[in-house]
């Protein structure tokens, strides 16, 4: 029967230990959905599992007519990728015998973007040609497509792939582009990424704070983030304007040797202590604009370019 509620009994099912997911571990979480902390309650790899499965609904394919068999679909996916997210996560290995929960948050991945494939294809259908702007079941598509990108985001994230991170929150903005979670995700993966510069950090901070200031629900928490964001870029810009200075300070200092040389004795003999003075300071200053001018128009080419890039993207 199409969209009846069947309830049945629930049944038991084993799972072998060969089919372990790995060297992963899953916490159990109890009926009040509180994670157990403690190492009793922690499955240890490589287990043997004894599930109890209860089948509670039976739905009819109806999405050629109505879009909430796809709905219920993406929904199941989500779900399964929070529930991955939450409990299959453990911290990069640093030595063979240790925890690799990479294979667990690919397979979030996965089903995240299978989520927001689905979403998509709904939204671009035919069926929502033929309903109003503000109908229920579109805006549950929506919101499904921008919180599975968003969770896709914070994995990326865990898993320290900043580059694909900022990426993916960029796909978030262009659905919703007033999106905090996302914009602030995107300055938090800008500042982490080696290959994002600090003017792309603080203009995500700067979009972020204008979005926050109009759109946040929770003002507080989301202040509380972009301050500790700012905190971090203002930590990071200090030790860039050392590494600076030592990268070029010296450089930017003439030499003792080079002034003297590029000034005639015994035309300085012939001259007033003032006019000496002058022309010693002109040539100095000379020499020492040709020096830094290189460098000032390297610079500013390179900021230029990366501006105009992000402007661009």
């Known amino acids: 029967m199409p969209n009846e509620i069947v309830c049945l009994s629930s049944s038991s099912s084993r799972s072998h230990s060969k089919f372990a997911l790995g060297q992963g571990t899953r ?5 009040n959905g509180i994670t157990a902390r403690n190492n009793r309650d922690v499955v240890p790899p490589k287990s043997n599992v004894m599930y109890r499965v209860t089948v509670s609904q039976k739905v009819m394919d109806t999405s050629r007519l109505n879009p909430y068999f796809t709905i219920q679909k993406a929904l199941t996916k989500k779900k399964i990728a929070n529930d991955i997210y ?14 690799d929960c990479s294979h667990a948050m690919r397979r979030a991945i996965r089903l995240y973007t299978n989520a927001v494939k689905d979403m998509e294809t709904l939204l671009q259908g035919t069926y929502f040609k033929n309903v109003e702007k503000d109908h229920p079941q579109r805006n549950e598509c929506r919101n499904i497509l921008i ?54 950090a603080s203009a995500a901070m700067k979009a972020a704070e ?28 200090l030790n860039y304007k050392e590494k600076y200075k030592e990268m070029f300070g010296n450089k930017l ?26 022309e010693t300071g002109d040539k100095y200053f000379f020499l020492k604009m040709l020096q830094i001018i290189p460098i000032i128009f ?10 105009d890039q992000t402007d661009k993207t």
């Open 27 to 31: 916490t159990i979480i109890d009926k």
């Open 86 to 99: 939450e409990n299959e996560y453990c911290r990069p290995p640093e030595t063979s015998e240790e925890a």
């Open 147 to 200: 919180d599975s990108l968003n969770n896709i985001v914070a994995v990326y994230l865990r898993q320290k792939e900043y580059h694909e991170a900022k990426l993916c929150a960029v796909q978030v903005l262009t659905v919703d582009s007033n999106n905090i979670r996302a914009l602030l995700r995107a300055a938090k993966a800008a500042l982490l990424d080696p290959a994002s510069t600090l003017e792309e």
């Open 210 to 237: 204008s979005v926050i200031a109009v759109y946040s629900k929770n003002k507080s928490l989301d202040e509380k983030e972009l301050k500790r964001l700012k905190t971090r870029l203002k930590t990071k810009q």
């Open 253 to 278: 200092c003439l030499p003792t040797s080079v002034s003297k040389k590029g000034v005639d004795s015994t035309m300085l003999d012939k001259l007033t202590p003032e006019e000496k003075e002058k």
């Open 298 to 307: 390297f610079l500013y080419r390179y900021f230029y370019r990366h501006v």
